[in-house]
């Protein structure tokens, strides 16, 4: 069964530090099949505070996205994102 990881952007507090995250991660959601559903696109808050982006990645399950996340490749990136930007990320098994 698919599952989701859905990442919040609260805030950016440093640009370049994101733009090495996206470089860095980017390539390892290859390495897991992982499908980006939604890349910060168009959106609209309608409850709850305000937000700077919205990421959605697919995964075959949820084990995979575990992997991709725990993976040492990612993990050496989202250390660029925890500098660049405050986020909430959820993982969620879809229906």
Same mark, same amino acid.
């Given at each position: ?8 952007? !609260? ?8 733009? !090495? ?16 559903? +939604? ?14 982006? +919205?990421? +959605? ?5 949820? !084990? ?11 993990? !050496? ?19």
């Amino acid at each position: 069964m698919s599952a989701y990881v859905v990442v919040l952007v !609260e805030s950016i507090k440093d640009p370049a530090a994101l733009k !090495e995250y996206r470089r860095i991660g980017g390539p390892t959601l290859q390495q897991f099949n992982a499908k980006p559903r +939604v890349l910060n696109g168009p959106f609209e808050v309608l409850e709850g505070k305000p937000l700077q982006g +919205v990421v +959605v990645l697919e995964f075959d399950t949820m !084990e995979q996205a575990k992997a991709w996340y725990n993976s040492p490749a990612y993990q !050496e990136a989202v250390q660029h994102r925890f500098k660049a930007a405050t986020c909430q990320a959820v993982l969620v098994q879809g229906v």
